[in-house]
């Protein structure tokens, strides 16, 4: 009889682990340094199957990292407004699991990758309408439903409120932004029906559609990203406002679910290559969370075929390996002593 692993996992209280950054010097240093050097690439695309963010400047690209000491380093255009569009995916879901539970939630939308693209419907009847993960389209419409709330304003409210927690500061609609992604966001209104049918949705398909095509629409900067991912690696604490936003545990189910589904289908390789939990955007936004560090926060709305920026990926990269970010990283014990186990005396053992 094989082992109840999670009976055994209930029995101990968990521990963490935590770390710690390089000096405040060369974290500013390095942040500039990989400014410098990424700035200048031209690779990718800017999104256009939502007209309005073909508008983007593809020249932007701002880089920041906040430290769950609340420490702030940031370079290039770190103040600009953008719509966090999927990014949002990772931090309703972290609401809702503090609202609901890791069982409830993990129960209606899972938490495996589908190596399939973020707006497939192929994934979801493949798997008998039973959304995969939280950070795919169909997940995420799953997600939103179960947000609390007596009515959609009310939920809407709910995640407006919550999302302006984790960046510590109220975040707003881009109004464009929400009418032009309602303006064609069909296939997403079709999945949530999809989700309907199978009973992986209460609610009215379109109404949740509507709160999700909302959510996306918060406008923030790389530097509310940051904040937001620090607030991830502090077990959920702000680090600039010291408010409690969600729990430790919930930090942690959060940042599993995005180090195995974050990347969409280049999840696998983010993870072997980088080595830290993370969460793009079609507008250009990648956050990226070093538990118990920090987190980076980059825009850059020059795209690769994933969706994931590229210049984002080349920064976030660099930074994971100069700042010694990588959560699978780590190096050969150095004795104390160079002393033979044979000769330490009884004391020493």
């Not at 560090?293 to 390996?321: E, H, W």
């Amino acid at each position: 009889m094989g082992v109840d692993v999670k009976t055994v996992i209930g029995e101990v209280e968990q521990a963490v682990s935590t770390g710690s950054l390089p000096g405040w010097g060369l974290v500013d240093e390095l942040v500039h340094v990989v400014h410098d050097r990424y700035r200048s690439h031209d690779e990718g695309v800017v999104a256009t199957y939502i007209p309005v963010l073909a508008d983007a400047d593809p020249g932007a690209f701002g880089v920041c990292v906040a430290e769950t000491s609340g420490g702030i380093h940031e370079a290039g255009d770190t103040g600009v407004d953008f719509s966090v569009q999927s990014i949002s995916k990772a931090f309703v879901y972290a609401l809702v699991c503090e609202a609901l539970g890791h069982e409830a939630v993990r129960e209606r939308v899972g938490v495996n990758n589908t190596g399939l693209g973020f707006s497939s419907v192929m994934a979801l009847e493949l798997n008998e309408g039973h959304p995969m993960n939280p950070m795919v389209n169909a997940g995420a419409l799953a997600t939103t439903a179960m947000m609390p709330g007596s009515s959609f304003a009310e939920q809407w409210e709910n995640v407006r409120t919550g999302l302006s927690r984790f960046a510590g500061r109220q975040l707003a609609l881009d109004g464009e932004v929400y009418r032009s992604e309602s303006a064609t966001n069909m296939r997403n209104k079709a999945i949530a029906r999809l989700l309907q049918s199978y009973g992986r949705i209460d609610l009215d398909p379109l109404g949740v559609v509507d709160v999700y095509t909302r959510q996306c629409s918060l406008l923030v900067t790389a530097r509310d990203l940051a904040v937001m991912g620090a607030t991830l690696a502090d077990g959920g604490v702000n680090p600039l406002t010291g408010d409690r936003v969600v729990s430790g545990q919930v930090c942690r189910d959060t940042l599993a679910v995005l180090a195995s589904t974050g990347m969409y289908e280049r999840s696998g390789e983010w993870l072997f290559e980088i080595g830290l939990p993370a969460k793009s955007g079609v507008s250009g936004g990648i956050v990226a969370v070093a538990p118990g560090k920090g987190a980076i926060g980059t825009f850059s709305p020059r795209l690769d075929p994933a969706g994931n920026s590229v210049r984002g990926q080349r920064a976030t990269g660099y930074l994971s390996r100069a700042l010694g970010l990588n959560v699978f990283a780590s190096a050969a014990r150095v004795p104390e002593r160079d002393v033979p186990p044979a000769e330490l005396t009884k004391d020493d053992r």
